[in-house]
Nanobody
Framework: QVRVKESGGGSAQAGGSLKLSCELS????????VGWYRQPPGQERGMVST???????SYGDYAKGRFIMSRDNAENTVYLQMNSLKTEDTALYYC?????????WGRGTLVNVSS
């Protein structure tokens, strides 16, 4: 079992920055990928970024050049640095970890970007 907990959401103005954290606990040694996903109001959830155990990352088109995903292995924590925020970045942001054959989700953290 792996527990996933997001934090760092809040309000920001367009052009500003926020840094989200995702803390993993439990049997994390089996985890091979962690990803950030977001669900804007009235829309479906989509991928923001993923980070594999070999260090490779991938980003959704709207995240490229603005968002950076990183990890602190010692703290079992991954981060999402979000820069140059836009109002359309307003969403509930989820973190999910793929561990073995299962995927574990957090409850999400809300990001609200105002103009």
């Amino acid at each position: 079992q792996v527990r996933v907990k997001e934090s760092g959401g809040g309000s920001a103005q367009a052009g500003g920055s926020l840094k989200l954290s995702c803390e993993l606990s439990g049997q994390t040694s089996r985890c091979t990928m962690v990803g950030w996903y977001r669900q804007p109001p009235g829309q479906e959830r989509g991928m923001v970024s993923t980070l594999n155990s070999d260090g490779t990352t991938s980003y959704g088109d709207y995240a490229k050049g603005r968002f950076i995903m990183s990890r602190d292995n010692a703290e079992n924590t991954v981060y999402l640095q979000m820069n140059s925020l836009k109002t359309e970045d307003t969403a509930l942001y989820y973190c999910a970890a793929v561990c073995g054959t299962r995927q574990f989700w957090g409850r999400g953290t809300l990001v609200n970007v105002s103009s």
